[in-house]
């Protein structure tokens, strides 16, 4: 009896304090994210605004990947019903709208940009309703996220500070809405969106690092497309890795090894298929960068996208797989270049 009593109020403190975790979380990003303005010169009363909407936009996408949030949202939205998803839209308005007046970047077609950026997808998942299997809709809504994310339709709304830095606030965003959309409103079970790390997916993260060095370093450097050019100074050492992580691991392999890939090894029924399908859409997403298409580039990065499939399936952890994707970018942020 004694030990039921005090299981049950060990559960009772976690369910009251359940946005610990995602709130410290939420803090180090926003404080990561000061101190990089502050490096970059960037202060001034418009700092204040951006790192509150920063903090709006990161916290969900947090609580999502730690806690129950994702549970209690399609509770939530089973009580409300289809008006959620027009609470959910005015959500990220409101934040666009902070972000807008308090640094004084508002403009009419950047309200725009997002209410469409919403409402297309939204919209999409609406009348794909509540089915189970995958439908037509499930896969236009995703390439109505991903495209504008991808080739940058919607950097031009997050206009302070100059030179692009806001368009990291795209990332939370995006992620934001296609877990309400696909796991809050749809309810599919396609995949799961848990961060969990097991010190036993190590080796396994080591193994697919090496065997995928083994093929890009020699395939890179003999092509040209990578040289070596190490950029060691303290605040990239200390900045990237997280904000990498954060920021472009952890929401690609949401896209590619979690809803796409899930949903095609839903429609297909074949594992292998639906692993290098996504796979070579993976590459295919990078057939821009570093603005003109570079072939080279997108092979590797389809090469990198079987072995971050590889990794979560075997591992079963999407957190293994943004890891391994993290340390991929981090060694080439760090020590390599694209040449042209």
């Given at each position: 009896?004694?030990e039921?009593?005090?299981?049950?109020?060990?559960?009772?403190?976690?369910?009251?304090?359940?946005?610990?975790?995602?709130?410290?979380?939420?803090?180090?990003?926003?404080?990561?994210?000061?101190?990089?303005?502050?490096i970059?010169?960037?202060?001034?009363?418009?700092?204040g605004?951006?790192?509150?909407?920063?903090?709006?936009?990161?916290?969900?996408?947090?609580a999502?990947?730690?806690t129950?949030?994702?549970?209690?949202?399609?509770?939530?939205?089973?009580?409300?019903g289809?008006v959620?998803?027009?609470?959910?839209?005015l959500?990220?308005?409101?934040?666009?709208?902070?972000?807008?007046?308090?640094?004084?970047?508002?403009?009419?077609?950047?309200l725009?940009r997002?209410?469409?950026?919403?409402?297309?997808?939204?919209?999409?998942?609406?009348s794909?309703?509540?089915?189970k299997?995958?439908?037509?809709?499930?896969?236009i809504a995703l390439?109505s996220?991903?495209l504008?994310?991808?080739?940058?339709?919607?950097?031009?709304?997050?206009?302070?500070?100059?030179?692009?830095a806001?368009y990291?606030?795209?990332?939370?965003?995006a992620?934001?809405?296609?877990l309400?959309?696909?796991?809050?409103?749809?309810?599919?079970?396609?995949?799961?969106?848990?961060?969990?790390?097991?010190?036993?997916?190590?080796?396994?993260?080591l193994?697919?690092?090496?065997?995928?060095?083994?093929?890009?370093?020699?395939?890179?450097?003999?092509?040209?497309?990578?040289?070596?050019?190490?950029?060691l100074?303290?605040?990239?050492l200390l900045?990237?890795?997280?904000?990498?992580f954060?920021?472009i691991?952890?929401?690609e392999?949401?896209?590619?090894?979690?809803?796409?890939?899930?949903?095609?090894?839903?429609?297909?029924?074949?594992t292998w298929l639906?692993l290098?399908?996504?796979?070579?859409?993976?590459?295919?997403?990078?057939?821009?960068?570093?603005?003109?298409?570079?072939?080279?580039?997108?092979?590797?990065?389809?090469?990198?996208?079987?072995f971050?499939?590889?990794?979560?399936?075997?591992s079963?952890?999407?957190?293994a797989?943004?890891?391994?994707?993290?340390t991929v970018?981090?060694?080439?942020?760090?020590?390599?270049?694209?040449?042209?």
């Amino acid at each position: 009896m004694v030990e039921s009593r005090s299981n049950e109020r060990r559960s009772r403190v976690r369910r009251d304090y359940w946005w610990a975790s995602p709130l410290a979380l939420t803090c180090l990003v926003a404080i990561g994210a000061a101190a990089a303005a502050m490096i970059g010169r960037k202060v001034g009363p418009e700092l204040g605004p951006a790192i509150l909407v920063l903090s709006l936009l990161t916290f969900p996408y947090i609580a999502f990947a730690t806690t129950s949030l994702l549970r209690d949202l399609q509770i939530w939205i089973r009580r409300v019903g289809p008006v959620s998803l027009l609470l959910i839209g005015l959500y990220f308005v409101a934040a666009y709208l902070i972000y807008a007046f308090g640094t004084g970047v508002f403009s009419a077609v950047g309200l725009l940009r997002v209410i469409v950026f919403l409402i297309v997808p939204t919209a999409l998942i609406w009348s794909a309703g509540c089915l189970k299997r995958v439908v037509w809709q499930d896969w236009i809504a995703l390439a109505s996220i991903w495209l504008p994310f991808n080739f940058g339709w919607i950097d031009g709304i997050w206009e302070w500070p100059q030179g692009q830095a806001g368009y990291i606030l795209n990332t939370p965003m995006a992620v934001n809405l296609a877990l309400a959309l696909y796991i809050g409103y749809r309810r599919l079970d396609a995949f799961s969106f848990r961060l969990s790390w097991r010190w036993a997916d190590l080796p396994l993260l080591l193994k697919a690092l090496a065997g995928f060095l083994i093929i890009a370093l020699p395939v890179g450097l003999g092509t040209g497309f990578l040289a070596l050019n190490p950029q060691l100074e303290w605040t990239k050492l200390l900045g990237s890795p997280l904000a990498i992580f954060w920021f472009i691991a952890l929401p690609e392999e949401l896209l590619f090894r979690g809803l796409m890939f899930g949903m095609l090894r839903r429609a297909t029924s074949k594992t292998w298929l639906a692993l290098v399908i996504s796979s070579l859409l993976f590459g295919i997403s990078h057939w821009h960068n570093p603005g003109l298409p570079d072939f080279r580039y997108v092979g590797l990065a389809a090469v990198a996208g079987m072995f971050y499939g590889y990794t979560f399936l075997r591992s079963n952890n999407l957190t293994a797989a943004a890891l391994l994707h993290a340390t991929v970018d981090t060694l080439w942020d760090l020590f390599f270049h694209v040449t042209n």
